[in-house]
């Protein structure tokens, strides 16, 4: 299975998708924010097969986050998500870094899938 770091400031939010993934026999490490996801990244050489990361967060958010892991680790797959539509905006020029980005709420299954997806494309 995979190895996925889920970079989230909610944590309620983190640990929902964390026990998801994991029940699907993934390998998950956290994060609390951009800075600290991507401390992890580098720290383990970008050795994740994915980064679920949220839009929205403190200090740096996953826009910034998402540009500087695919800056560092290129063939590194990125899946945004967010609550706030706006955000959502926001993601629309990453097209070439990022494979998609997840509208919350979202149920058990739908991030299952999505994970599936973005692992597979």
Avoid: C
Wanted: aromatic share 6%.
């Amino acid at each position: 299975m995979a190895k996925i770091l889920i970079t989230e400031d909610d944590e309620a939010v983190r640990s929902f998708v964390a026990r998801a993934l994991e029940m699907e026999g993934h390998s998950v490490d956290l994060a609390e924010d951009g800075e600290e996801g991507l401390d992890a990244l580098r720290l383990a050489n970008g050795k994740y097969d994915l980064l679920l990361t949220d839009i929205k967060m403190p200090f740096m958010d996953g826009i910034e986050l998402a540009y500087n892991a695919a800056k560092l680790f290129p063939d590194l797959k990125i899946l945004m998500m967010t609550g706030f539509a706006d955000q959502r905006e926001r993601a629309d020029g990453l097209d070439k870094i990022v494979i998609d980005v997840i509208s919350k709420p979202f149920t058990l299954s739908h991030i299952r899938q999505q994970v599936k997806l973005a692992l597979a494309a």
